[in-house]
């Protein structure tokens, strides 16, 4: 599995369409997702973006709120739940010169959420960029694991082995698992991800490699709700002997019901010439953005508000897969 670094060919997502899995309606997320596309194309110096639509009516309304960089993305009518391809779509592989979807059970997050289209959906993908599949008889989403592209894979005890998505699978039977499928030589197992996070604990809102052996986590306030979470995996990733470089934490950001959402600035998107990085109005933001700048100099980064995409569940890097590159 590339390292998210790694040239791309496009990236792979979904326009929001369930007003029942937006609680507070479709219109923030809809414009704060468009505003991510935008920055991916980067005015076509960036990369394609692969948008999943419902019908031609979500076309239509995609097209509207893309301008200009829909020059840069192309359509495809489908079945899906939602926007997260990260997790419904494949994981792409690379081996002798050829891309590969790799893909595996989907299981709606543990059986939480079980939405039409949504196990069908990584197939479609491979079906339409008539790609080589590879495919794996247990359950794994993109977000729960992280990879450095030279052998180490990252992912969290709480979600593969909270019991719900690979019950059966002890600890070592999974780790031999994902050396195989992601091609990696090291598993590292952190502990437990956010309060409230729909995913379980998906590694892509915890900590993410910037470089090989190098990872970025972030560094809590004492009074952020997440601080022994977070303190947890940044004593876990200096034990297991990686470089570690942090960025604060955004700290308590709620929804406009009052609830703790798990906003996280790790869950910032790799492009191929852009880094798009989570804001949450958050006295933090600029500071956060600023530090994960200066991990990528040879891209322009860029913080987006995202708050409204995080009400669904997610946020850029849970909606966006990359399909990297054929070297």
């Known amino acids: ?103 595996f059970r989907f299981d709606g997050w543990g059986g939480k959420y079980i939405m039409p289209g949504d196990a069908e959906l990584s197939a479609e993908v491979a079906r339409l960029t008539h790609s080589h599949e590879i495919v794996f008889d247990f359950v794994l989403e993109g977000g729960a694991v992280e990879v450095d592209g030279a052998g180490l894979v990252l992912t969290t005890k709480q ?85 570690v470089t942090t960025v604060p934490s955004p700290g308590a950001i709620h929804d406009a019901g009052g609830m703790l959402m798990p906003a996280s600035y790790m869950n910032f998107y790799i492009g191929n010439t852009v880094v798009v990085v989570p804001t949450y109005r958050s006295a933090h933001d600029d500071h956060a953005v600023a530090a994960i700048a200066a991990l990528f100099p040879t891209r322009k980064t860029i913080g987006l508000p995202c708050e409204a995409v995080v009400v669904g569940g997610g946020g850029f890097h849970c909606c966006t897969q990359q399909q990297p590159r054929a070297l």
Not at 29 to 45: E, F, K, Y
Not at 60 to 85: K, N, S
Not at 183 to 198: F, K, S
Not at 199 to 213: K, S, Y
């Open 159 to 243: 979600c593969l082995l909270g019991g719900a998505r690979n019950p059966g699978l002890d600890q070592a039977s999974l780790d031999a698992r994902l050396r195989f499928a992601l091609g990696a030589d090291r598993v590292i197992w952190l502990d437990r991800g956010l309060a409230n996070d729909h995913t379980d604990g998906h590694i892509d809102t915890l900590a993410r490699f910037v470089a090989p052996g190098v990872v970025v986590a972030m560094e809590p306030e004492d009074d952020d709700p997440n601080r022994d979470a977070m303190r947890g995996i940044l004593d876990d990733l200096r034990a297991a002997e990686l470089e």
């Open 1 to 103: 599995m590339p390292a998210e670094w790694s040239l791309h060919d496009a990236v792979w997502t979904a326009w929001p369409h369930d007003e029942a899995q937006w609680a507070e309606g479709l219109a923030a997320p809809r414009s704060q997702l468009t505003a991510m596309m935008q920055s991916i194309v980067d005015n076509g110096r960036g990369e394609r973006v692969e948008l999943f639509v419902r019908n031609s009516d979500d076309e239509r309304e995609a097209r509207a709120h893309l301008g200009d960089a829909q020059a840069h993305v192309r359509f495809h009518h489908a079945v899906y739940g939602d926007t997260w391809l990260r997790d419904t779509g494949p994981i792409w592989l690379a081996r002798g010169g050829e891309t590969i979807a790799a893909r």
